[in-house]
């Protein structure tokens, strides 16, 4: 904070200016309080501009522009540019440009300036600022949207005046809350692009009713935290804020007392600090309300004492004399020192101030030596490494925070130039001029200037040693230009003080020095107010005693400052930094890491978890910490529910105003401590080529948005090891974030990471019970769209029917369901259709009679209860809080229709049930598995047991219920691709399901069904299914007629294709489009044999008769006598007919069914290219584009091809690699293996 007046420190990449120097009586000075000679403000004509080397024509400056609003073609009225002959249009008023009086003389001025003339305000657009050093020209139009007049009158410049206004005391009629208000919200919301939502109107609504009633409104924190960055971009002194974007702000507008205010202080502090790696950081207290307010008495949060002697000279800093004074008579005893740091002098909601001292392990200091002077490091100079600022009141939408501190880092002239050298501060130059034997008698010895020169030099130097954040005014001077550069572009201009951006040494060979500014002020903003203790002082005196005799400062004493505990402290701070957790899912496991990962983060953070669709892309650039597990699905795609954010993050990637980064600003400037810190962990499955593709394609954007990558991406692998693999991760992400956000404490670590281990999986039976509800269970369906978040209908089964020969030994059904003609269930050939199943009611029996049902009639509808607990000033209170994780059913719904029972569990819940037996080997081997090593992997992929086999092997253990409620995974819908065509059979949806049935260990284990392809074929005509459609927009039918297509899809694969070509029949029965089609479409199947699984061959003939199929191949693997054919052998057999009717005509490819299939059929697909004339790599590239064009279209239903040998093998691979099979065989498994 100082340019280029005395005093006060500064922010350096906030150079707000502070109140300091006024604030210091003038007897507190050994020297004169007169600022150093400024520079008058260059743009003034008159002698000032003798001093710049720029031609006479450029004085006239700034003038406002004629009519151009756009509605006329005139161009901007440049006088500068005219030369003499717009000079004739007469000298500036009182030697302001920007009051020149031709333009003054357009209308009546507003405080007397041009800028302010009422008729100039609503005509003129255009302001043209030049740039002498580059000749480059700005013209600004942002002024426009100035909020309040600048200072400046008919007769004077007040350009240069240090405190040009300060805020008033008085509360703010209702009026002007309202009217700022208004364009605040409107700012907002254009901002987050959301100004024509109803979001908007019933933002605005809300708020004028507020302030209708109250006088007041309360900003939303994300819009607390839009305004505190927009003040910053608002200051017109502030040289580093190309920045602004970066503040990091903490809102504790909830605290009520001086001590909350001391912890968020101290936590700011030790945030912002960052071991020296600083970070720009705003604390935001609560608004003036009904004239009381929370303040910072000190100008800075950390700053030195001064103490004035009798023989009138001063030790330490005497700007801080007179608030010295104040801690004084706060009953503060400084140590007398040179470097004392003063304590925090706060006061809350109007209160009595209260005095705390900052333990000095938060206060980074640097010693200043020398890079050649060795005399330098015994002048026994320092300074702190943080210039916080916490005078200002910080002004957005008409709300007034008068206390708001905050900080950037330091520019090397504020402390080696200001602070150690100006001769009304420390007024070292003389002595450092003496140290490098200089003739301190004579000016032209420029003994002064050189002293500075090394002055800044040891501060840069000493810092940098340090490892302390500082810029250089060279390097700073450059971004502010790069700044402006964007901010034309952005809002088409930047208001500049050039009489504070010129760095206070070396002015000339900056380039902002060359550059016209113009000043204008907008809201939100900071603004000066009066010091704490003068006012404070003033109405205590009224309020008190009208008596009361005011003789210099005049508070209650407070014996000592309070000092909290660092623990204690340390506590509050954790509590402050946010994390966000974000997950996307398709069967539950990233939400179920993501909820271990927030349990984990409770520890040191206040983290939030939420899924990605839930995710307001707005927050991001918002965000500390951002912490993402997601898996990948269909052919590395993301998940259903993580599409909308990463559609989001590929826009902002084109919005430069919102990234993360500011892509525009200089690569110096991007510096790390700015960035959002940000970890990704991906679930996949390496039996996919893309392998956890959708998590680290959003590592990648995050680091293209500028986001800091805290740690690799974790990979976890479903095929092994994914459990271990994410508590490793966890446990080095969340150390990671322990050291990066200054949070590091052992036991805090310790006890997190224990969430991870067996240890930490503890229940607690007597804190959960069940209460009756006397109601009936909620209808499955609308419970089932409340848990998921859809709307989920009642379909009725018409019919199931095997579409597979009695001989087959295996069965694929077409099942048949009425939707009941809702509009929700409208559908789209190619679209799924998700299904809620139901367990079998046997398994559900199996579990219901091994459970310790803690009281309660499986069949009675209950609801779950927690006991939880409340450490209060009165001690503990205990409460009992419903779980809403399921609504409210019985014991058998919600194991038969909620929960999922037959995924093998994870290695936490083995840990919790290993609670419930005293059975010492169960225990010990329910242990060994939960602790998730590669002997539980082998265990799972082995056994895949469910859990009642579980509760069978494990005898003794006896399960409450309320854990099987509130720890089993959710049972999640299954997909199937719809396979009928809406126009053909309208209200009705059918599907084309492979019955799942399935042995492990190679046909010697349990047999196991699958739940929902088993389910629905039991299905009976008229029962319910619960379901909703799911839109694969990218799996459509392509619009134009004539586009040639070729679909693949063997086996169940099928299915989609059934509903495109009913569609295509019906589009050729349709009358009106007789003799429109032109296109082929051929479609290739494949199953084992022709007489026992070639699935709708009837239909498929009648498709290819009516011409709805052009071509039909079909690839038997196993019909007697032939050999084994896959879809993509006859692919290849066709080449160059496929390539024909395909690349040169841009026809559409369609694949559905098993991802080994699919990659067979694009390996495929590449062999042709290659043989049709591509090379290796234009084959890849037109494979590529195709795929980005939409031309190449995959439906992928996961690993359901011979699963059990694909996983072996993929297995087998990965153990090759890995191996420890000692510990895999030493370990016996007791499940039983026999064949059920
Ligand atoms: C987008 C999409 C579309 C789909 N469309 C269709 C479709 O049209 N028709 C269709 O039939 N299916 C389709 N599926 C698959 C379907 O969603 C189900 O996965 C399938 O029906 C099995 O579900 P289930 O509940 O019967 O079996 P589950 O109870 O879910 O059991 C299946 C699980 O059992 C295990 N398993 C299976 N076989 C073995 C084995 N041999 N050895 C060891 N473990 C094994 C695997 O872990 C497998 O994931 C589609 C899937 C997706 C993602
Ligand atoms: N999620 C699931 O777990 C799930 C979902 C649906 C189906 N299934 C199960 O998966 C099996 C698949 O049933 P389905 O009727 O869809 O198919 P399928 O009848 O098993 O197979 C269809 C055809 O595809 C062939 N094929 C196998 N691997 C191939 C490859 N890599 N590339 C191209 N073709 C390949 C098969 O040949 P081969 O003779 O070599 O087998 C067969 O000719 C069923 O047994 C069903 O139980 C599981
Ligand atoms: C239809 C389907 C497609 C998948 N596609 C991929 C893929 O492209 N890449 C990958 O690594 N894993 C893929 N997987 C595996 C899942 O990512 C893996 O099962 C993961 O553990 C699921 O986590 P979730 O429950 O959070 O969705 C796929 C799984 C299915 C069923």
New binding site residues.
């Given amino acids: 904070m100082q340019k280029p007046h005395t005093g006060s420190k500064v922010n350096s990449n906030c150079r707000i200016k502070t109140n300091q120097r006024l604030t210091v009586t003038s007897q507190a000075y050994r020297h004169s309080p007169s600022p150093r000679p400024v520079p008058a403000p260059q743009l003034i004509i008159g002698q000032s501009m003798k001093r710049r080397e720029h031609p006479p024509k450029t004085t006239k400056n700034l003038i406002m522009n004629g009519e151009c609003n756009g509605k006329t073609s005139s161009p901007p009225n440049d006088i500068r540019n005219d030369g003499d002959s717009k000079k004739s249009q007469g000298p500036t008023v009182g030697g302001c440009p920007v009051m020149s009086r031709s333009s003054a003389q357009q209308g009546p001025t507003v405080g007397g300036c041009p800028v302010m003339s009422k008729s100039s305000a609503q005509h003129q657009q255009f302001v043209k600022i030049q740039n002498f050093s580059s000749g480059k020209q700005y013209v600004d139009t942002l002024h426009q949207k100035r909020e309040t007049t600048v200072t400046c009158s008919e007769q004077r410049c007040f350009g240069s005046m240090m405190f040009p206004e300060k805020a008033s005391t008085d509360p703010r009629p209702k009026e002007v809350v309202l009217s700022h208000a208004v364009d605040f919200i409107n700012e907002y919301y254009d901002h987050i692009k959301k100004r024509s939502s109803p979001l908007y109107e019933g933002r605005m609504k809300e708020v004028q009713e507020s302030i209708e009633a109250t006088g007041t409104y309360k900003l939303t924190e994300k819009e607390l935290i839009f305004g505190a960055k927009m003040a910053w971009r608002n200051s017109a002194r502030c040289i580093g804020r190309i920045q602004w974007s970066r503040l990091q702000v903490f809102d504790a507008r909830n605290v009520s007392t001086a001590s909350e205010m001391f912890q968020a202080i101290y936590s700011h502090i030790v945030y912002a600090t960052n071991k020296g790696n600083i970070r720009s950081t705003m604390t935001v207290f609560p608004p003036r309300a009904n004239g009381k307010d929370f303040r910072v008495w000190n100008n800075q949060l950390i700053s030195y004492a001064g103490y004035a002697q009798p023989d009138g000279s001063i030790i330490g800093d005497p700007a801080n004399v007179e608030f010295t004074e104040v801690c004084k008579s706060l009953g503060w005893k400084g140590a007398g020192g040179n470097f004392d740091v003063l304590p925090l002098v706060l006061s809350a909601n109007g209160k009595e101030p209260e005095m705390f001292d900052l333990p000095l392990s938060a206060v980074l200091q640097v010693e200043f030596s020398h890079p050649s002077f060795d005399w330098f490091a015994a002048l026994g100079l320092k300074w702190y490494a943080l210039p916080a600022v916490s005078c200002l009141l910080l002004d957005i939408g008409g709300i007034e925070f008068t206390g708001a501190p905050f900080n950037g880092w330091y520019m090397v002239t504020e402390i080696g130039g200001r602070d150690l050298c100006d001769p009304q501060r420390y007024d070292m130059a003389k002595k450092i001029a003496q140290g490098m034997g200089l003739d301190t008698n004579s000016y032209a010895s420029l003994w002064k200037d050189r002293a500075l020169i090394e002055a800044n030099l040891a501060v840069l130097y000493s810092f940098q040693k340090a490892g302390v954040t500082i810029a250089d005014h060279h390097s700073m001077a450059d971004s502010f230009l790069k700044h402006m550069d964007n901010e034309q572009r952005l809002r088409g201009g930047c208001p500049a003080d050039w009489v504070w951006i010129v760095p206070p040494i070396s002015g000339g060979i900056t380039p902002v020095f060359h550059q016209e500014m113009l000043n204008y002020k907008l809201r939100p903003s900071f603004e000066y107010q009066a010091d704490a203790w003068k006012i404070h002082s003033v109405k205590k005196k009224t309020e008190e005693s009208p008596k009361h005799k005011m003789k210099g400062i005049t508070f209650k004493k407070i014996a000592k400052a309070v000092s909290l505990s660092t623990a204690m402290m340390n506590n509050a701070m954790a509590k402050r930094i946010k994390a966000t957790i974000l997950y996307a899912t398709e069967t539950g496991k990233s939400e179920y890491f993501a909820d271990r990962l927030y349990e984990v983060y409770k520890y040191a953070f206040n983290p939030r978890i939420m899924c990605m669709e839930e995710y307001d892309i707005t927050d991001l650039e918002n965000e500390n910490l951002l912490l993402i597990v997601t898996s990948t699905f269909g052919n590395g795609n993301p998940p259903s529910n993580g599409e909308s954010f990463y559609e989001n993050l590929q826009e902002l990637m084109l919005d430069e105003e919102r990234s993360l980064m500011n892509l525009s600003m200089p690569k110096n400037y991007r510096k790390k401590h700015d960035k959002i810190r940000f970890a990704v962990f991906g679930l996949g499955s390496k039996a996919y080529v893309k392998f956890c593709a959708f998590a680290k394609d959003l590592d990648r954007i995050l680091i293209r948005l500028g986001g800091e990558r805290i740690f690799k991406v974790g990979e976890g692998d479903e095929l092994g090891g994914q459990d271990v693999s994410f508590n490793n991760w966890t446990r080095d992400v969340f150390k990671k974030s322990l050291e990066e956000f200054c949070l590091e404490d052992d036991e805090n670590y310790k006890e997190a990471v224990k969430m991870l281990t067996t240890e930490g999986q503890q229940w607690d039976k007597s804190n959960w019970r069940f209460v009756e509800t006397n109601k009936k269970g909620i209808d499955v369906s609308e419970g089932l769209g409340t848990i998921n978040k859809k709307t989920v209908s009642a379909c009725k089964i018409l019919s199931v029917e095997n579409l597979q020969s009695e001989q087959s030994g295996r069965s ?1 059904i077409l099942v048949k369901m009425s939707t009941g003609g809702l509009d929700d269930m409208d559908y789209e050939p190619g679209d ?1 259709l998700a299904i809620f ?1 139901a367990n079998e009611d046997s398994l559900v029996n199996r579990i219901i009679t091994r459970t310790d049902l803690q009281g309660i009639q499986p069949d009675v509808v209950t609801k779950l209860e927690k006991q939880e607990m409340k450490t209060t000033l009165l001690g503990t209170v205990k409460s009992w809080k419903v779980e809403n994780r399921l609504p409210q059913c019985s014991l058998r719904t919600a194991l038969s229709r909620y929960l999922d029972i ?1 995924s093998p569990p994870t290695p936490d819940f083995l840990a919790l049930l290993a609670n419930f037996t005293d059975n010492e080997d169960e225990k010990k081997n329910l242990n060994t598995l939960a602790a998730g090593t590669s002997l539980y992997e082998d265990w799972k992929f082995e056994h ?1 047991p469910n859990l009642a086999e579980i509760l069978e092997e494990y005898s003794t253990v006896e399960i409450p219920a309320s854990l099987l409620i509130a720890e089993l995974p959710m049972l999640k819908p ?4 719809i ?1 009928s065509s809406p126009r053909m059979f309208p209200g009705e949806i059918h ?4 019955v ?1 049935i ?1 042995t ?1 260990r190679e046909g010697q284990g349990v047999e ?1 069904n ?5 389910w629905l074929s039991t299905r009976k005509q008229g029962d319910e299914v619960a379901a909703y459609t799911k839109s694969a927009s990218t799996f459509h039918i392509p619009s134009n007629p004539s586009t040639p297509v070729v679909m693949i899809g063997p086996g ?1 694969g099928i ?1 989609p294709f059934r509903g495109f070509w009913q569609d295509r029949v019906h589009y050729l029965n349709d009358k009106q489009n007789n003799g429109k089609l032109s296109a082929d479409w051929k479609l290739y199947f494949g199953c084992r044999r022709s007489d026992m699984d070639h699935i709708y061959k009837d239909e498929m003939q009648d498709a290819l008769n009516g011409e709805a199929l052009t071509d039909l191949f079909t690839a038997y693997s196993r019909e007697p006598g032939q050999q084994k054919t896959y879809v993509q052998d006859m692919l290849i057999q066709s080449s160059s007919k496929f390539y024909n009717h395909i690349m040169n005509n841009d026809g559409h490819i369609f694949v559905c069914g098993d991802v080994s299939m699919a990659s067979g059929v694009y390996k495929a697909f590449l062999q042709i290219l290659e043989e049709n004339g591509l090379t290796k790599e234009e084959a890849k590239t037109t494979m590529s584009n195709m795929l980005r064009e939409h031309r190449y279209h995959e ?4 690993v ?1 091809l011979r ?2 040998e694909v ?1 072996r093998q993929l297995r087998e691979n990965e153990t090759n690699e890995t191996s420890d099979t000692s510990q895999q065989l030493a370990f016996k498994t007791r499940i039983n293996p026999a064949k059920k």
């Fill in positions: 694929t799924h199943p037959t895949h299954r997909y199937y691709s396979s599907l084309t399901v492979a799942v399935y492990t196991h699958g739940v929902c392809s088993t169940t299915a439906d992928i239903f996961g359901t699963t059990d996983t």
